[in-house]
C-alpha cells in the first residue's frame, strides 16, 4: 500500500505560479513511477504530467509542455509539480498518482494508488 497526500493547492492570478507536493508513504517510492492528474469540475480527469522511477525521464500533456515541470525527490519521498504561467483553465482538483507498471503512463486506470487531490483555482 501507498498513501499520497498532495499540498501546495490555492488561488492564484492569471500569470502566476504554484508547486504542488505529494508525499508518499508506505511501500518504497522509488519502485513506483509517478503521475500527476488534474479534474475540473463536470470533466473527466486528464492526464497531466509523469515521472519515472528515478526521476530521469518525463512526459506531459501537450497543453502543459513548457509551463509545467513534474520531478521528485526518491530520498524525502516527494514529487513535485512546478506549474508557471497559470490560466484560467488550469482550474481544477489536481491529483498525484502511482504506478507500478514499467514506462510513463497517461491513462487513469495504469495507476494503482491516487491522492485525495488539492484544488487549484486561476483566476483572470
Known amino acids: 500500500q501507498v498513501q499520497l497526500v498532495e499540498s501546495g493547492g490555492g488561488s492564484v492570478q492569471a500569470g502566476g505560479s504554484l508547486r504542488l507536493s505529494c508525499a508518499a508513504s508506505?511501500?518504497?517510492?522509488?519502485?513506483?513511477?509517478m503521475g500527476w492528474f488534474r479534474q475540473a469540475a463536470g470533466k473527466e480527469r486528464e492526464f497531466v504530467a509523469a515521472?519515472?522511477?528515478?526521476?530521469?525521464?518525463?512526459r506531459y500533456a501537450d497543453s502543459m509542455k513548457g509551463r509545467f515541470t513534474i520531478s521528485r525527490d526518491n530520498a524525502k519521498s516527494t514529487v513535485y509539480l512546478q506549474m508557471n504561467s497559470l490560466k484560467p483553465e488550469d482550474t481544477a482538483v489536481y491529483y498525484c498518482a502511482a504506478a507500478s507498471t514499467v514506462g510513463l503512463v497517461a491513462e487513469t486506470s495504469r495507476y494503482d494508488y491516487w491522492g485525495q487531490g488539492t484544488q487549484v483555482t486561476v483566476s483572470s
Open positions: 508506505g511501500r518504497s517510492f522509488s519502485s513506483y513511477a
Open positions: 515521472v519515472s522511477r528515478s526521476g530521469g525521464r518525463t
